[in-house]
């Protein structure tokens, strides 16, 4: 595991960089005060003229794939996918001329910097790539407002930057400036190193953990991304659906009927990883009998 310093946009500039949310993650879950938390920072960095801004950490595991270095990223994807939001909210308003820019075409070196790969395929052309859930969402922010999709939790967090950049409370040259100044500590896994336990360690200032996304990430997180892909679609996901979104519920209900015995709200994550290493169950037949359940 090797861990350095970097500016965001230096994690996040060059055009053979994909950042890959990996399945097993949960979709972006930011809410209007995390983002309102956020620009409130930048302005910050304006006011005092500060130098740097420490953002957090972004933990991820670097798989090349042809000439594209993919970073598939285990910890730090809400603000990765946050700031994104931000720059295509200033490349749009800037392209469409509704604030405008003292430096010469900002809206395109955004775009062509942090946000898209320009000579790329045309469905490989976004850097970020959500979980499935939110992917689409965020590619209709890239296209006509009218086919917005008003019920992501993406679309709302674009909006709510798209209306305070509007307010100008401070100009958009200068908040982009700001993003510049955001540092954080770029860690990145080596081959050998276990995601999973890396992952329970770290200390994350985000939105805590369900039991559910903690059993989640180990089923999934130990997989070749293929293999996570597949086991997602095939059973994660519609176990997701049968349970009304309370995997942490079902997960305790099963848990019972299995140990004949009633884990509690807060351990059910414990118990379940308990269970799966004592039975050496194959990852698939798991699933598949989660599903069953």
Known sequence: MKGSEAKMTAFMEGADKRYIIPVYQRKNDWKLENCRQLYDDLKKII???????????????????GSKIEYHIIDGQ?????????????????????????EGKLDEQISQRFLIAPWAKEDDRIKLRPVKSDREALERLFGDEEDYDNSSNL???????CDTLLKQEVPVDDLYTAVGRLEIISITLDPGDNAQLIFESL???GLALTEGDKIRNFI?????????NHCYDS??????????NDVSGFVRDYLSVKNQSIPSLNKVYAVFKEFVE????DTEDLLKDLLAY
């Not at 939001?85 to 200033?90: E, G, I, N, P, Y």
């Not at 679309?155 to 930057?161: D, E, G, K, L």
């Open 155 to 161: 679309t709302i967090n674009y909006r709510f930057f």
């Open 203 to 205: 200390n994350s200032t």
């Open 47 to 65: 006011t005092d003229n500060r130098g740097s801004h420490f953002f957090g950490s972004i933990v991820s595991s670097v798989v090349p794939n």
């Open 278 to 281: 004592i039975a050496k169950a």
């Open 220 to 228: 999934l997180m130990g997989l070749p991304p293929t293999e996570q």
């Open 78 to 102: 809400q603000r990765l996918t946050t700031v994104t939001l931000l720059l295509l909210a200033m490349r749009n308003l800037i392209a469409n001329g509704v604030i405008s820019s003292g």
């Open 235 to 244: 059973y994660w996901a519609k176990i997701e659906k049968c349970t009304g």
